[in-house]
C-alpha cells in the first residue's frame, strides 16, 4: 500500500505490553530510497529521549486507530542503545541496535531483507557516497550543534523526510515547485515517489515524481534538480490526491517519463 508519509506521523506505537510513543519522523537511505527506521517520541513514558524502530519489526498497522504495533516489548525499546537528538547516526550506533534487537550485521547482505530478527541490513554500499545523493546527513535540526559534532563516523547515506520536505525542485530549464510530501510503500517501506506542489509555476497542482528523475540534491541551498524538462511535468499524467494510486496511473507515469520499471512493481490503493 502507499501512503502519504505525513499522514503516518503521529502515529501511536503499541509494544507487546503498551504504548511507547508516537512517530516524529522517517529516516531513509538514500542511496536506494529504503526507509531505515521510525523516529518514535517516547513522551512521558520516557521523558525527552527518542527511539529508532525499523519498519520490519511493525506487526500491524491499525490506519483508523492511528497505530503500529511492533514485535518489541517496552522493556527492549528501553534498554536499547540510547540515541542522543540532534548529532548524527552513525554506522556503530545502527548495528549496535540491530544486534541489541537479535540481527546480523556483516558485510554483503542484503540492505533491506529479513529484518531486524535474524536478517542484514548493512550490504557493501553502506558507506559509499552514491549519486544522486551526498553531502552533510543528520539526526535533529539543531544546526549549532552539528557544527561541534565529528560526522566522520556519521551514515552518509542517512536522511530525515522531515528535513528535505520542503526542499524546492528544478527541472533541467528551470523550477516547478517544492516537496510537499512523500509517499512510501507500507509493506516495502521504500519511498516510491515526492509529492511536489507546484502552485506556484502551476496553480493548484499536484504532480508524483520518481526518485529515478532526481539528478543532484544541494543539501546546502535546499534544493532537488531533475533531468526531466517542465514540459514534460506539465505533460505528465495528473495525479489528484483523493483518488487511488493504481496500476494503471502508475504505468502511464513511469511510460510517460521513460523511467527504468525493473524494480517498478504495481500499487494498491492510496491510504487517505
Request: charged content about 20%; cysteine-free; glycine content about 8%.
Given at each position: ?19 511507547i510513543g508516537t ?221 487511488a494510486v493504481d ?8 511510460d510517460h517519463y ?15
Open positions: 500500500m502507499l501512503q502519504i508519509v505525513s499522514h503516518l506521523g503521529g502515529y501511536s506505537i503499541k509494544a507487546k505490553d503498551g504504548l512517530t516524529t519522523d522517517f529516516l531513509f537511505d538514500d542511496s536506494n530510497m529504503n526507509v531505515r527506521w521510525l523516529v518514535v517520541d517516547t513522551g512521558t513514558w520516557m521523558t525527552g529521549r527518542k527511539v529508532l524502530i525499523h519498519p520490519s519489526a511493525i506487526g500491524y498497522a491499525d490506519h483508523w486507530s492511528r497505530e503500529l504495533t511492533v514485535e518489541l516489548t517496552k522493556s527492549q525499546v528501553k534498554d536499547s542503545p540510547d540515541i542522543a537528538q540532534d548529532l548524527p547516526i552513525s554506522l556503530q550506533m545502527q548495528r549496535d541496535l540491530y544486534k541489541f534487537y537479535g540481527g546480523e550485521t556483516s558485510a554483503g547482505g542484503a540492505i533491506y531483507g529479513a529484518g531486524i530478527y535474524g536478517g542484514d541490513m548493512f550490504g557493501p554500499e553502506m558507506g559509499m557516497i552514491a549519486p544522486p545523493f551526498s553531502a552533510r546527513t543528520y539526526f535533529g535540526t539543531n544546526k549549532a550543534d552539528h557544527a561541534k559534532t565529528s560526522t566522520h563516523d556519521a551514515d552518509p547515506h542517512l536522511r530525515s523526510i522531515g528535513e528535505v520536505t520542503g526542499y524546492h525542485v528544478h527541472a533541467s530549464d528551470g523550477s516547478i515547485g517544492y516537496v510537499e510530501n512523500f509517499l512510501v510503500d507500507s509493506e516495502k517501506w521504500v519511498v516510491r515517489y515526492l509529492i511536489v506542489d507546484t502552485s506556484n509555476w502551476w496553480f493548484g497542482q499536484h504532480v508524483l515524481i520518481s526518485p529515478h528523475a532526481v539528478k543532484e540534491v544541494d543539501w546546502t541551498s535546499r534544493y532537488i534538480r531533475l533531468d526531466i524538462a517542465r514540459i514534460q511535468v506539465k505533460a505528465s499524467p495528473p495525479w489528484n490526491p483523493a483518488v496500476e494503471e496511473f502508475e504505468n502511464r507515469l513511469y521513460d523511467w527504468p520499471s525493473d524494480e517498478h512493481k504495481s500499487a494498491s490503493d492510496v491510504h487517505p
